[in-house]
């Protein structure tokens, strides 16, 4: 165990040793910690020999037969008794759960330890999920599903899974849970406190997406500015409210993506 323990240390700092020499440093959510995972759980989550349950932040899990296939990546990456590092707020969520990032030892021999999360993302077994906690990760994570998404790998081959045309709100239609919709903002509206990016003409009838002005900051810190996105082609991810028609309300900026050059 203790020669475990070591062999992981070194693992890590070797994984570190880029920033060192002035590199862009590797993404981190939150301080990395050894951690031994003793099982898979029912529901993904990660158990701990020490009692803890881990939750991958930044990730939605996929449904049957998506899921089978990630159940047995993480089981074959986290086999129980082996030694990873645990990048975690110290404070659960309200399930119980550390809701984090793991860093685990590279196939075949590999010194370097590989962000799990981004792994399962470039094998199309996940989507990126703007988490709080994933937040300082999303540009590593948002390229990792990105590529999975290119190359139509797992769940991006399934139609309930695939970036929707904010041009076809029709698509929009009983979806449930987390979309991924794309277009070009045709126009920028106010309401009372909210900002409308609107993708078509019809109001209540095409795609909307709606940021209260009072978060308006929260984005321009991130280098966004959603009123001057008129004739840009964004893609947004988030619960579709279908109520005042089908619009989406965007409360962070890693929900929000610009595509292609001005």
Same mark, same amino acid.
């Given at each position: 165990?203790?020669?475990?323990?070591?062999a992981?240390?070194?693992?890590?700092?070797?994984?570190?040793a880029?920033?060192?020499?002035? !590199? +862009? &440093?590797?993404? #981190?959510?939150?301080? %990395?910690?050894?951690?031994?995972?003793? =099982?898979? @759980?029912?529901?993904?989550? $990660?158990?701990?020999?020490?009692?803890?349950?881990?939750?991958?932040?930044?990730?939605e899990?996929? !449904? +049957? &037969?998506?899921? #089978?296939?990630?159940? %047995?990546?993480?089981?074959?990456?986290? =086999?129980? @008794?082996?030694?990873?590092? $645990?990048?975690?707020p110290?404070a659960?969520?309200?399930?119980?759960?550390?809701?984090?990032?793991?860093?685990?030892?590279?196939?075949?021999?590999?010194? %370097?330890?590989?962000?799990?999360?981004?792994?399962?993302?470039?094998?199309?077994?996940?989507?990126?999920?703007?988490d709080?906690?994933?937040?300082?990760c999303?540009?590593?994570?948002?390229?990792?599903?990105?590529?999975?998404?290119?190359?139509?790998?797992?769940?991006w081959?399934?139609?309930?899974y695939?970036?929707?045309?904010?041009?076809r709100?029709?698509r929009?239609?009983?979806?449930?849970?987390?979309?991924?919709?794309?277009?070009?903002?045709?126009?920028?509206?106010?309401?009372?406190?909210?900002?409308?990016?609107?993708?078509?003409?019809?109001?209540?009838a095409?795609?909307?997406v709606?940021?209260?002005?009072?978060?308006?900051?929260t984005?321009?810190?991130?280098?966004?500015?959603?009123?001057?996105l008129?004739?840009?082609?964004?893609?947004?991810?988030?619960?579709?409210?279908?109520?005042?028609?089908?619009?989406?309300?965007?409360?962070?900026?890693?929900q929000?993506?610009?595509?292609?050059?001005p």
């Open positions: 165990m203790r020669k475990g323990l070591v992981a240390v070194l693992a890590f700092a070797v994984f570190l880029p920033a060192a020499r002035g !590199a +862009e &440093p590797p993404c #981190a959510m939150e301080e %990395a910690t050894p951690v031994e995972i003793a =099982a898979v @759980g029912a529901d993904l989550d $990660l158990l701990t020999q020490d009692g803890r349950r881990i939750a991958l932040a930044g990730l899990l996929p !449904a +049957e &037969p998506f899921r #089978a296939r990630l159940r %047995a990546l993480l089981e074959a990456r986290l =086999a129980a @008794g082996r030694l990873v590092f $645990l990048s975690a110290a659960p969520d309200r399930w119980g759960r550390l809701a984090g990032g793991l860093y685990v030892e590279g196939e075949g021999g590999e010194a %370097a330890l590989v962000f799990l999360a981004e792994t399962l993302l470039r094998e199309g077994l996940a989507r990126f999920r703007p709080p906690a994933a937040f300082p999303r540009n590593s994570l948002l390229a990792a599903e990105a590529e999975a998404r290119r190359s139509g790998l797992g769940l081959s399934a139609g309930e695939v970036v929707v045309d904010a041009g709100p029709d929009l239609k009983g979806r449930k849970g987390m979309v991924v919709v794309e277009g070009v903002v045709t126009g920028i509206g106010e309401a009372g406190g909210s900002l409308y990016l609107n993708f078509g003409p019809k109001r209540w095409d795609f909307a709606v940021i209260w002005k009072r978060n308006l900051e984005f321009e810190r991130e280098g966004l500015r959603p009123h001057l008129s004739g840009r082609r964004v893609r947004v991810r988030g619960l579709i409210d279908t109520v005042h028609g089908p619009r989406m309300e965007l409360l962070a900026p890693a929000m993506e610009i595509v292609g050059a």
